[in-house]
């Protein structure tokens, strides 16, 4: 069974600060990496989505992929009430291509104002 | 694109009953997904299909539930008979499988209570 663990949370951050997401994985062969943010009673909405080692950055959202530890996070700038969801971390299966994904237990976030 | 289309979205049965949950993909994604999600195991794949085929359904609880994907633009989940411990909420999701990308794009979900 190949693992996703996420820090389970719930994770509470003030309006404006950084709110940091971790998720590591099991599987070596993994290529693509995704988070998916869940606000309570509805589906899992994809917000982004990484592929090589580094940083990728969209708005106030960084994603860090490092594959040597298999460690991937998501950072949130000036969070804001809005942000306050599950995120869940997503990881491809490795050596497939047919798109199936492992996900994570996921991560409460609370911010408050 | 109106997105993964789930009906219905809300089903209250009773116990032994059967049920059928329906999912219209994404138009143009040949995979597609079927997940389960409660409190306490978390989302939870049930099964996945490529192309219509049936990959891998060892997600299925039990032989009281079945899926099919007879063409690329419909399937259902099926549950017979309907038990309480079913109760939760499922999700379809379709990606475009075979890029490098496998981006899923969920569903609205279908809320199941079985009394």
């Known amino acids: 069974q190949k693992e996703v663990e996420q820090n389970s949370g719930p994770l509470s951050v003030p309006e404006g600060a950084i709110a940091s997401l971790n998720c590591t994985y099991s599987?070596?062969?993994?290529?693509?990496f995704f988070w998916y943010r869940q606000y309570s009673g509805k589906s899992p909405e994809l917000i982004m989505f990484?592929?090589?080692?580094g940083d990728k950055e969209d708005g106030r959202f960084t994603a860090q992929l490092n594959k040597a530890s298999q460690y991937v996070s998501l950072l949130i700038r000036d969070s804001q009430p809005s942000d306050s969801a599950t995120y869940l971390c997503?990881?491809?299966?490795?050596?497939?291509?047919?798109?199936?994904?492992?996900f994570g237990r996921g991560t409460q976030l609370t911010v408050w104002p | 694109d109106a997105g993964v289309i789930q009906s219905p979205r809300h089903e209250v049965t009773e116990m032994g009953q059967e049920v059928t949950l329906r999912c219209k993909p994404i138009?143009?994604?040949?995979?597609l997904f079927w997940y389960r999600q409660t409190m306490m195991r978390g989302l939870e794949l049930l099964i996945y299909?490529?192309?219509?085929?049936?990959?891998?359904d060892s997600g299925m609880p039990e032989d009281r539930f079945s899926a099919k994907m007879p063409n690329a633009s419909f399937s259902t989940l099926k549950i017979q008979p309907s038990e309480p411990r079913d109760s939760a909420v499922y999700f379809c999701?379709?990606?475009?499988?075979?890029?490098?990308?496998?981006?899923?794009?969920f569903g609205p979900g279908t809320r199941l209570t079985v009394t």
């Open positions: 599987d070596r062969g993994s290529q693509s």
């Open positions: 138009s143009g994604h040949n995979s």
């Open positions: 990484i592929y090589s080692n």
């Open positions: 999701a379709s990606s475009l499988a075979g890029d490098s990308s496998y981006e899923q794009y």
């Open positions: 299909f490529n192309n219509n085929v049936p990959i891998d």
């Open positions: 997503a990881v491809s299966e490795g050596g497939s291509t047919l798109g199936r994904l492992y």
